[in-house]
């Protein structure tokens, strides 16, 4: 399969996945052009033990992940040496805008919640919970993805579940 055959077949899979992560259209799309440049680089040593997808998949979780501490790392050096440009006084590293081209405007704020307690998972969990849930794969296939066993899977799932219900539903008491 050529390169372009590869980039036809599964940009959008890449996009979609990317979004997932970022909740924002241009960081997708230049995560996009990250694992496609990787995918480039490393087409000669795929060794074809897994699916090219799977393959893919795992590429664009490792650039998206690193995309997110990349982007947190210039938020914090951003906080420490000024917050303000000096001549304008606007705020420099502005908070991150919620925007998933998938999300109805009125259901933006809500959605924007939910990702906001996905992004504080631990990047395991946060990868289980969108491949199951948001990308409907099947635990087999995450687990070829995540290179785990099904029940590792099964519970990375659960465990995202389970903190994700303890932010989303406020205690009683």
């Not at 990317?18 to 990787?38: H, K």
């Not at 919640?113 to 296939?141: C, G, V, Y």
Request: avoid cysteine.
């Amino acid at each position: 399969m050529t390169f372009e055959e590869i980039y036809h077949t599964n940009k959008n899979t890449v996009y979609n996945l990317a979004l997932q992560y970022t909740q924002n259209a241009e960081d997708a799309s230049e995560i996009v052009q990250d694992v496609f440049l990787a995918v480039h680089k490393s087409q000669d040593n795929f060794r074809g033990e897994a699916q090219l997808t799977t393959w893919i998949y795992r590429i664009t979780i490792n650039k998206s992940l690193d995309f997110l501490k990349a982007k947190k790392r210039m938020k914090r050096f951003g906080f420490m040496t000024s917050l303000f440009y000096e001549k304008s006084g606007e705020i420099k590293y502005d908070q991150q805008h919620f925007n998933h081209p998938g999300v109805q405007l009125e259901d933006q704020e809500r959605i924007a919640r939910i990702f906001h307690f996905i992004n504080q998972l631990p990047d395991a969990q946060k990868t289980a919970l969108i491949l199951s849930k948001i990308e409907h794969k099947s635990q087999a296939e995450i687990a070829g993805i995540m290179n785990l066993s099904a029940k590792a899977v099964e519970s990375l799932v659960q465990r995202a579940k389970q903190n994700l219900a303890k932010k989303l539903i406020p205690d009683e008491g």
